[in-house]
């Protein structure tokens, strides 16, 4: 089955919800970035989060970053979404492994969340909070009272077999609505309070719709108004890479040409390498 995410909001209009299989995308990322245990946990759910988090994003061009910068062993990792619902995303040391069993707060460490919202021909929105505790999900919920004022409730799961494939992978996102009355509120509480694992609900075989209407807003009545394909993807090509070149200015082209030397560049998302020789070199200086 692929993996989808759904949208929707409560029939009283107090409360939007989005939830999310992405067994594939962790699956993906895992085989591009050889991820330990531990990353891919964190990576994983850095990646469920942005595809939430992206539903906001108008156009299909416009993107989402979230880059997680904490001093801990783990180091840095980075998502970016599209407003197609194609998500990437890296690990600075992807191989690094808790040895005492995971551990998100020791491995993350302290530091900061960056979220970046680039959307149609607006200035880009900036948004930074302190990471809490490591845990994904607790510090996504803190960003969100922070810096967007929304009261938010967030649920991340990578759940892996023994030989370290994906079993499950998901996560659901709520957020009240302005003037959300305070039983309604009292009453969602409730039912998040006594909610399990989101991963261990989907590896029991409930669909994303039955874990929101009979658990997560359970009393609520529910309208699910979008279902949406999600995928791992990264479009990086050549082109791309040569326009960084071009950045590099003429003076510094030139001792490359000079030089004879020849330039590979690697995708930190795909790690796909190009390979820029003499002729290429020579092709963009002339362009500048």
């Known amino acids: 089955m692929k993996d989808y995410l759904i949208r929707g909001i409560t029939k009283d209009k107090c409360i939007r919800f989005f939830a999310i299989s992405a067994n594939q995308v962790v699956s993906e990322a895992m085989k591009i970035h050889h991820l330990s245990y531990t990353n891919s946990i964190l990576l994983g759910r850095t990646l469920i989060a942005g595809l939430l988090m992206s539903n906001d994003l108008k156009n299909e061009d416009d993107l989402l970053t979230i880059r997680f910068i904490g001093d801990g062993p783990a180091g840095h990792f980075l998502v970016t979404c599209n407003g197609k619902n194609s998500i990437k995303g890296y690990s600075e040391n992807p191989g690094f492994e808790s040895e005492k069993g995971f551990n998100a707060s020791a491995a993350v460490g302290s530091g900061v969340i960056n979220v970046i919202k680039s959307i149609g021909d607006l200035k880009p929105y900036i ?41 499950q992978a998901g996560g659901f996102l709520v957020q009240l609505m302005p003037d959300t009355p305070e039983h309604l509120i009292e009453r969602l509480e409730n039912n998040i309070k006594a909610f399990p694992n989101f991963s261990d609900m989907l590896d029991l075989n409930y669909s994303l719709e039955s874990l929101i209407e009979k658990f997560i807003l359970k009393g609520f009545g529910i309208d699910i108004t979008e279902t949406n394909e999600v995928r791992y993807e990264c479009n990086c090509n050549k082109d791309r890479f040569e326009k960084g070149l071009a950045l590099l200015g003429k003076e510094e082209l030139q001792i490359m040409i000079d030089d004879n030397e020849s330039i590979s560049a690697e995708c930190h998302f795909c790690n796909k390498t190009y390979q820029f020789d003499l002729i290429d070199l020579k092709k963009i200086y002339n362009s500048l």
Do not use: C, F, K, W
Not at 141 to 157: D, H, R, V, W
């Open 127 to 167: 948004g930074q909070t302190n990471i809490i505790s490591g845990e994904i999900a607790e510090d996504i919920a803190y960003y969100y009272m922070q810096s967007e004022q929304i009261p938010t409730a967030i649920q991340l799961g990578v759940l892996l077999n023994e030989d370290a494939s994906v079993r």
